[in-house]
């Protein structure tokens, strides 16, 4: 079988690799590849993320998307109700709550389990192999890791007990240091034999639950029992003689690529403006908790008639590809003693939580910047995704607009990148198409600009890596 990978981690392409042999299709390169990522791209995603999946079935022509994103707990009875709030001068500034009270409900092993039931051909006790050698036996940590941790290792990490033994090795010594991760090995290897169900009703389901409570958090096992998937909320529509399909609500991401396309394809004298008033109505009027649904379906239908995180994507010769992104927000700091997962700190992020912190959320999926697409066009289809917080929309949406022109992936992916804030602050990379007096202006390849990859069939599987995360792109191809 023939496949392709695309991604912002670096040790997804030895996890392909591993595989290599058994003659894995896109669904085993996925699940391996995300797995491992959950285990060594430290601070960046952990093993309890949350995801959105768009993916194309080559057996019944058909794109489908999946919800696996954070789902607040129902009620907030737990002990700990203060923001333990910390800064960090990650992407200029950033504020950020820390602790076990800052854990939602992650989706990212029920979208495994739906990739490797409905499409996987490799056992899962093979797809775990490498990522288990990894946690026990130890590695480096990948670049972008260590880009987020010169800011976040000491403030987000290094406060908790279980956190600070298992990092002290990078803390000390950060190029060098090895991170070794033997509980999370053991659940892994228990994850393997029992599968993905485990995180939510068994064992690990258990530990993590226990963990959180003892640190004053929310979560319940009602609230893990009662985790659901959301499938085909989506949209499909038309920019250039792309066909794209992604998410419609509840999140907001594909609306805002969509918005950020028409803001770009617009007046280019009125750029920032457009781009400002992109950020102020999603501010306005698309963070909010309730129905948000059907809302974002009318706004997508609404553009259609007129004219943060890691990314995995995976293509093979069955015309299968998946476009998968996932977060655990920055980190609570938190690591569970008995499993060795690090928690996410998704009710702490405060950008995206416009109630305020704990607001009232009655089990509400929280809101994502995400948004995982299938494109089609007359040379083929293709997957694409990115990383970067709320620079997702603004970078997948430049990748995309100079692909409808040039029809080039390389080059769309490696063009310059900027991002016009709602402060009307302006950060760029260098030789940007777009000029601004008061921009500031940032290293080439800033990850702060996310991270684009693509997969795709057009003669034959290709990928493309972005150089601004890790540039991991691989094939077994001859």
Known sequence: MKVSLSSTSLYS????????????????????????SMVTDLGVVSPTAGGLLTYYDGGNGSTNTVDGYFVSPKNFNGNDHEEHKISMSYGGYVETCKGGNTFAIPGIYKILELIHTRF??????????????????????????????????????????TSKSTLQSVFNDLENGVVVLSKLSDSLSHMANEG???FYY???????????QKEGGHATVDDFVNYGLIENSKFTTEFR????????????????????????????????????????????Y???????????????????????????????????????????GYGSGVQCSETGMFLNNSLGEIELNPQGFLGETSGDRLISNMSPLVIKNHKGIFTIGSPGADRISSALAQVLYDYSLKADWVKAIEKPRFHVNIDGTIRCEPDTYFSFPEQ????????????????????????KGDPRRGDSAWTNVK
């Open 13 to 36: 392409i030895q996890a392909a690799e591993s595989i290599k042999d058994l003659s894995p299709n896109a669904a085993d390169v996925m699940v391996t590849s995300v797995i491992t």
């Open 120 to 161: 996987g051909s490799i056992p899962l006790e093979k797809l775990f192999e490498y990522p288990i050698e990894l946690a026990k036996n130890g590695f480096l940590l990948p670049q972008p890791s260590k880009d987020y941790l010169i800011h976040s290792l000491e403030p987000l990490f290094m406060w908790h007990p």
């Open 196 to 198: 993905f169900s485990d």
């Open 202 to 212: 068994g064992d690990i389901s258990k530990e993590i639950i226990s963990t959180v």
């Open 241 to 284: 003689g792309l066909e794209l399909t992604g998410h419609a609500g509840p999140s907001i991401g594909g609306l805002m690529v969509l918005k950020y396309l028409h803001a770009l394809a617009g007046d280019e004298i009125k750029i920032k403006e457009n781009l400002m008033q992109v950020y102020e109505d999603r501010k306005n």
């Open 286 to 328: 698309y963070e909010f908790f309730g129905n948000r649904t059907t809302f974002i379906d009318n706004e997508i239908s609404k553009i259609s008639q007129s004219s943060s995180t890691i990314q995995v994507n995976t293509s093979d010769e069955l015309n299968n590809h998946f476009s998968l992104t996932f977060s655990s």
């Open 440 to 463: 500031i202006t940032t290293n080439k390849n800033d990850m702060y600009f996310g991270g684009v990859c693509v997969t795709g069939l057009e003669e034959q599987l290709f990928a």
